[in-house]
């Protein structure tokens, strides 16, 4: 990826230990170590990206479901401590990584066991989704209506916020070869995040629930006992995204979140990629403003517009808004030949990312207390499922376009995608789909209660059955 001309020292046999410029012509014998470096490097992380987002797919929505019936605390902490594990290898590589520059075998073996180390656990880290488990865990907390899309707006808020600092520390880290930031993050991760959790974080699912939980599966799973240990451990999983299709409305969301999350994600992935070509040539410089300009605006609006929002437009209209700044800024990518109208479409990508929230939002206020775990999972499922796929493809389409006279073309299609979400919006049922008829009904008490009633009579209405412990 072009980004300038920026100089390593790489040393080898042809280099003759001199100073390598990577981004400068060079004779197509010669073998750039900078690139080679940065190709192998973007393959195992695209590796390890695709094995977590496949593990999220399988384990999402049966996780989330068990933490239903057992609750959150525990699945949650196993989370954390999981997430603790690619830390604890980056920090062990990071002292390997001085002593290699020696040239010792040993040491330069080693570090190359724990990169491949640092990726496999960061791969891991898909089979028990902390975001699952932490919106169902808002969801317990929050009563159904706008107040639940402004709660998990602000969550990704503070996700964002993260991840926007994340080249920081990365830039301290490495600066001058000091080390210490990085270290500092990982004591953070491997022992102040376990330990705050498991002294701070109370369980949000209560007994009674929990127990209606366990015996609402056992009545819808009995005889399953029988069944063979490799249809509990790989069929049983899939089987718990059948939720996603329970209703009309569930499965109009569920493309929904397919086609935007594939265009998210590949804007993501590829964006910056795509902007350090001809005719852009993004520095440096100009690519940090715009990761603040995205980071901070996407703070704000999420934080701090999706719950007025929602508020005043209703979930559907806010969802369609949001597709149609999708269209728009797809668009202004893909002809885009100066780098105001990148910064322009940067503003507008800020709104696509309130449809995560909101689509969760809506499948929440529509499902009982007894299964926000398992929607929440079957929704991250969804996603991960798509941002599997996305990139990859949106990449391929890249490539054949790239050197013909609209190189932007994956952005049209991105585009087209949108305007499909736009349509698919349009058949949501209005009342389902918005969260001021759920809290106009939400209450205490009995009222409370026949809310949840009325959820679950209407998914037995939807499938043809009808039992008699829900009427």
């Known amino acids: 990826m072009g980004t300038g001309n920026y100089t390593f020292s790489c040393s080898n046999e042809e280099s003759n230990d001199s100073d390598y ?18 190709d192998q490097a973007q393959t195992i992380a695209a590796t390890s990206d695709f094995v977590k987002n496949m593990l999220t ?16 605390k525990r699945m949650l902490l196993f989370s954390i401590l999981l997430m603790a594990l690619p830390f604890a290898c980056f920090s062990v590589l990071l002292q390997f990584l001085d ?11 080693m570090m190359k066991g724990f990169t491949n ?34 709660a998990f707006g602000l969550l990704l808020a503070i996700f964002m916020a993260g991840i926007s600092c994340s080249p920081i520390i990365t830039l301290l880290a490495f600066h001058g070869n000091n080390k210490m930031a990085a270290n500092v993050a990982c004591f953070i ?56 299709t329970r209703t009309k409305l569930f499965r109009i969301l569920c493309p929904i979140i397919i086609i935007v999350q594939m265009v998210n994600e590949s804007t993501q992935t590829l964006l910056l990629y795509y902007i350090t070509t001809d005719p852009l040539c993004f520095t440096q410089t100009d690519m940090s403003i715009l990761m603040v300009t995205i980071g901070l605006t996407g703070m704000l609006i999420q934080g701090l517009f999706l719950r007025p929002l929602v508020q005043c437009m ?46 969760s939002a809506i499948k929440s206020n529509n499902a009982t207390d007894l299964e926000q775990g398992q929607i929440q999972g079957a929704i991250y499922a969804v996603k991960s499922l798509a941002a599997a796929i996305g990139p990859s493809l949106f990449r391929i389409i890249y490539d054949e376009t790239k050197d013909t006279d609209v190189p932007g073309t994956m952005w049209i299609f991105g585009a087209a995608l949108y305007v499909v979400s736009c349509v698919a919006i349009c058949y949501l049922p209005e009342k389902e789909s918005n969260s001021k008829y759920h809290h106009e009904m939400e209450g205490e008490g009995d009222e409370g209660e026949a809310l949840n009633r009325s959820k679950m009579v209407r998914f037995a209405e939807d499938e043809g059955v009808r039992e008699s412990s829900v009427v």
């Open 314 to 359: 209703g979930e559907k209209k806010l969802l369609f808004l949001s597709s149609i700044a999708g269209t728009v800024h797809a668009l202004m990518y893909a002809f885009a030949e100066d780098k105001p109208l990148i910064f322009g479409g940067a503003l507008l990508v800020c709104f696509t990312l309130l449809s995560l929230p909101t689509v």
């Open 117 to 150: 180390l640092y990726y496999l656990t960061n791969s891991l880290t898909g089979a028990i989704s902390f975001l699952t488990i932490i919106f169902a865990s808002l969801a317990d907390l929050t009563p159904a209506g706008p107040q639940r899309a402004g």
């Open 57 to 72: 797919f399988f384990f999402s929505a049966h996780l989330g479901a068990i933490t239903d019936r057992y609750g959150r």
């Open 99 to 109: 002593r290699s520059e020696s040239g010792d075998e040993w040491d330069i073996k």
């Open 21 to 38: 410029e990577c981004g400068a012509d060079h004779d197509d014998s010669y073998e750039d170590p900078c690139k080679t470096a940065s």
């Open 189 to 244: 991760g491997i022992f102040v995040l376990p330990a705050g959790f498991i002294f701070g974080f109370k369980e949000t699912v209560t007994p009674e629930s929990m127990f209606e939980a366990r015996v609402k599966y056992e009545n819808e799973n009995a005889g399953e006992e029988a069944k063979s240990v490799w249809y509990r451990i790989f069929l049983s999983p899939l089987l718990s995204m059948k939720v996603l």
